[in-house]
């Protein structure tokens, strides 16, 4: 299933970015980690704050506050990275807080209009679950919209040269 969500019921990893939550496929993630040290490099993707090793891999960091909402990271001792496999290679999205993993029923999401639109269209609709409204994301879909995805990939070769 790996690249392609079924939308299904399925379990998704939910995360907080500014004061809303979204989720991605559980397939979709590798692991929760506490931030690290990011070095940065000339040059970046849109969006992009730098690399760090994970798992012994040079890993690039995807701040999505700055590419969901358009503001810069504010570090905080909640802020996580998210590891995420796109294709083979891993990337790390920087959240505000990993809140927790939940089953999502496919007959809580809704495919608003606007979710129609090329723009969006790394939404794949939003749960409606009690009281919570969370939004979910193709993690690869958003990255090939908000970053240059081909250059992300290409990251862990150009520093391990």
Known sequence: MQGQIDMTDFKALIFKVGEEEYGVHINQVISIE??????SYPNRPAHVLGVTVMREVVTPLVDLRSALMGEALVPSDSCRIILVQVEDKQIGLIV???TDVLDIKLDTIQHPNLLDSKDVSYLKGISKMDDRLIILLDIEK???KTTNIDELKEIKEVFQD
């Open 34 to 39: 506490r931030m690290q040290e990011i070095t």
């Open 142 to 144: 958003l990255l090939e």
């Open 96 to 98: 505000d807080a990993a």
